[in-house]
T-cell receptor
Framework: RKEVEQDPGPFNVPEGATVAFNCTYS??????FFWYRQDCRKEPKLLMS???SGNEDGRFTAQLNRASQYISLLIRDSKLSDSATYLC???????????FGKGTLLTVNP | GAVVSQHPSWVICKSGTSVKIECRSL??????MFWYRQFPKQSLMLMAT?????????EQGVEKDKFLINHASLTLSTLTVTSAHPEDSSFYIC????????????FGDGTRLSIL
């Protein structure tokens, strides 16, 4: 089983739609959780950290369920500029290296 | 915000050439830097973890003699791909983190390496 698994996608949604990304992780020692976005042929950029209490940043909401080892990202009122690959990542263990999922490609259509 | 600069952005070389990639944290001290490789449509794969002033820790399957990592200062790490071959062509990305392990990593803008 892969350490971090995401919805395979791709997702194609119209502007204004709400889209949800799901992610599960297998390492129960994981202690930090993040969502990154990666544009085509570019480096990943941090979108938001994910906290146990859940957190929101504008149109983006992240949730963490430690018991289920599940992380989610919700994008409301999606924009064309939200089109990218969304990467779920966890950090933990002896050197707190990041482990990434394969990513889910989102395309928002006009 | 935290800025990480990576250089060069693109490299095209003949087979057998050694290629050096630099990763710099511009506005913070990076006690730990990470090197990743990403093949098309694949996830980021960690190659090695580099701590300032000590030897890098390589992931399983990554040849330390082929991918030389130096982290001589708190703002600079280098990756040298020695005697590169076409199968080494990939997108190489570094990231840096301050001493606080809970903090996210910030990525350089990547180096696209093409070996002919």
């Amino acid at each position: 089983r892969k350490e971090v698994e995401q919805d395979p996608g791709p997702f194609n949604v119209p502007e204004g739609a709400t889209v949800a990304f799901n992610c599960t992780y297998s390492n129960s020692a994981s202690q930090s959780f993040f969502w990154y976005r990666q544009d085509c042929r570019k480096e990943p950029k941090l979108l938001m950290s994910v906290y146990s209490s859940g957190n929101e940043d504008g149109r983006f909401t992240a949730q963490l369920n430690r018991a289920s080892q599940y992380i989610s990202l919700l994008i409301r009122d999606s924009k064309l500029s939200d089109s990218a690959t969304y990467l779920c990542s966890t950090s933990g263990g002896s050197n707190y290296k990041l482990t990434f999922g394969k990513g889910t490609l989102l395309t928002v259509n006009p | 915000g935290a800025v990480v600069s990576q250089h060069p952005s693109w490299v095209i070389c003949k087979s057998g050439t050694s290629v050096k990639i630099e990763c710099r944290s511009l506005d913070f001290q990076a006690t730990t830097m990470f090197w990743y490789r990403q093949f098309p449509k694949q996830s980021l794969m960690l190659m090695a973890t580099s701590n300032e002033g000590s030897k890098a820790t390589y992931e399983q399957g990554v040849e330390k003699d082929k991918f030389l990592i130096n982290h001589a200062s708190l703002t600079l790490s280098t990756l040298t791909v020695t005697s590169a071959h076409p199968e080494d062509s990939s997108f190489y990305i570094c990231s840096a983190r301050s001493g606080e392990w809970r903090q996210p990593q910030h990525f350089g803008d990547g180096t696209r390496l093409s070996i002919l």
